[in-house]
């Protein structure tokens, strides 16, 4: 397998999946797609334990600017990263009702110019799934232990041509 993103057919408009052959190009990955948000954006990670949700989002809150370690906030729920845009990391896990994801006022964080970023993203999906980029990490199976199926995806449109405009950048994300 590649050092770089593989990018799998069948090609769509708005939609881009992706093969990660290791945790430093999933990293790369995360630095490139935070790379493009706007203030007040929002990505919803999803996949199972140990699927790369965190990693990602190492290379997202350090391509904005901020050295602080992150971590899956599985007990805080919250942390908040000193980067540019400023980063709300988010963790769902423990989440058993969608009030408590309206609890973490996360509108205020995106009305701020704050970008949110929400591992078991799929709990916030009924709140924040309209207008967030929607990363889902998997295991594709059939290759090495190490390697992600990463699709990168959206409901409304919002991000489709930006998605397309990171195609020809993958090479930048080499192990
Ligand atoms: N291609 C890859 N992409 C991402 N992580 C990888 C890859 N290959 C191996 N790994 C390893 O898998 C682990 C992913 O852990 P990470 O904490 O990012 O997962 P997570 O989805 O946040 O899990 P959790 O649900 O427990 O928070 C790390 O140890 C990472 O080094
Ligand atoms: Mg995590």
Redesign the pocket.
Known sequence: MSDTLQLEPPIQAGRLVLL????A???ALGALVGRLLDPGEVVL?S????????????GLVAALGSSEVVT?P?FTLLRTYASTPVVAHV?C?RLEELNEVVDLALEEVLDDGGIVVV??GEAAAPLLGAQALIVT?SDPGELA????RIELTDQSGRFRERLEALTPRLAEAAR
């Open positions: 990660s052959p290791s945790a190009t999933t990293r990670l996949g199972g334990l140990g699927a790369g949700k965190t990693t990602f989002t190492k899956s599985t963790d896990w591992e078991w990490i232990a190490s390697a992600r």
